[in-house]
């Protein structure tokens, strides 16, 4: 996509947020100034320039858990066309063992720490 340079003034208090999210996100300005332009303009994603209810530090998870869920329901699909159903079942059940001993040992050390 080709770039144009836009110039403009803004109230200090709102330069004051930005510069302060910038930092806060280890960004440039003009990084953040083009995210929230794209994400009003493009489409992509919420509005930056929206105020955020305060229950959304959970929407990091809830985007790391829909990322997950996304590239695990790719994954199965492609194994289920290549190696059939059967041995995706296989492979499943041996993962979710796999995951169910790693979470009881994580939990485990978790209770010897204090």
């Known amino acids: 996509m080709s770039t144009r340079s836009i110039s403009t003034r803004v109230p200090q208090?709102?330069?004051d947020h930005l510069a302060a999210e910038a930092r806060r996100r280890s960004v440039t300005e003009s990084d953040l100034i083009?995210?929230?332009l794209t994400a009003r303009?493009?489409?992509a994603g919420p509005s930056a320039t929206?105020?955020?209810p305060q229950s959304q530090?959970?929407?990091g998870y809830a985007q790391l858990i829909f990322e997950i869920a996304k590239t695990r329901s790719v994954i199965l699909h492609s194994l289920d066309h290549t190696?059939?159903?059967d041995v995706v079942d296989e492979i499943i059940d041996a993962a979710e063992q796999t995951a169910k001993e790693h979470v009881a040992?994580?939990?485990?050390?978790?209770?010897i720490q204090p």
């Open 13 to 15: 208090e709102i330069a």
């Open 105 to 111: 040992q994580v939990l485990k050390s978790k209770e």
């Open 34 to 36: 083009r995210e929230i």
């Open 57 to 59: 530090p959970l929407d």
């Open 83 to 85: 190696l059939g159903a």
């Open 41 to 43: 303009y493009l489409g």
């Open 50 to 52: 929206e105020p955020r």
